[in-house]
T-cell receptor, first 114, second 108 residues
Framework: EADIYQTPRYLVIGTGKKITLECSQTMGHDKMYWYQQDPGMELHLIHYSYGVNSTEKGDLSSESTVSRIRTEHFPLTLESARPSHTSQYLC?????????????FGEGSWLTVV | AQRVTQPEKLLSVFKGAPVELKCNYSYSGSPELFWYVQYSRQRLQLLLRHISRESIKGFTADLNKGETSFHLKKPFAQEEDSAMYYCALWYNNNDMRFGAGTRLTVKP
């Protein structure tokens, strides 16, 4: 079934650890995104990609990095996690159809850095 | 700058009452606007878009360019409508900007 998968869904790690949040989509979309959202707050775009080997930074400055080696895979990495990185990270992909643009979201990854 | 404003963080109505979730945008181009909804323990999902001029689950939203608004309306709210609602603006062909969201609670 076409979907967007994020792992892990929940992660608690210690300060200074390196973590990678995985995101895969089986929808065949070229554009993919990472949004960051604190509880009760708005979504902020932190990274996006037009396709393989394309990565761009979003509006919100983030110490994370991303890569796009395969169309379906868009992982996000924090080299050294800090408590300020505690947040929810949402992966998404988009398509442009006859009805316009549509963004599809994964279930999100909740990261807690202690 | 492109911006989406949802002035109400919380909105509470009784079942059967009309509901309106406000959204205002700031964009110099031709806007493409959406409403996304997040039910409890579910992922964020598209509710409706202004291009389609559709009614989904009884909700409608009309784009008012003069007032730069895209308010979401439903004449008779149901308890299952309780959720977080986000207004969103697509711009520059590569980004969706979201409002801060409104949490709607429909009381029995």
């Amino acid at each position: 079934e076409a979907d967007i998968y994020q792992t892990p869904r929940y992660l608690v790690i210690g300060t200074g650890k390196k973590i990678t949040l995985e995101c895969s989509q089986t929808m065949g979309h070229d554009k993919m995104y990472w949004y960051q959202q604190d509880p009760g707050m708005e979504l902020h775009l932190i990274h996006y990609s037009y396709g393989v080997n394309s990565t761009e930074k979003g509006d919100l400055s983030s110490e994370s990095t991303v890569s796009r080696i395969r169309t379906e895979h868009f992982p996000l990495t924090l080299e050294s996690a800090r408590p300020s990185h505690t947040s929810q990270y949402l992966c998404a992909s988009s398509e442009k159809g006859l009805s316009g643009n549509t963004i599809y979201f994964g279930e999100g990854s909740w990261l807690t850095v202690v | 700058a492109q911006r989406v404003t949802q002035p109400e963080k919380l909105l509470s109505v009784f079942k059967g009452a009309p509901v309106e979730l406000k959204c205002n945008y700031s964009y110099s181009g031709s806007p493409e606007l959406f409403w996304y909804v997040q039910y409890s323990r579910q992922r964020l999902q598209l509710l409706l878009r202004h291009i389609s001029r559709e009614s989904i689950k009884g909700f409608t939203a009309d784009l008012n360019k003069g007032e730069t608004s895209f308010h979401l309306k439903k004449p008779f709210a149901q308890e299952e409508d309780s959720a977080m609602y986000y207004c969103a603006l697509w711009y520059n062909n590569n980004d969706m900007r979201f409002g801060a969201g409104t949490r709607l609670t429909v009381k029995p």
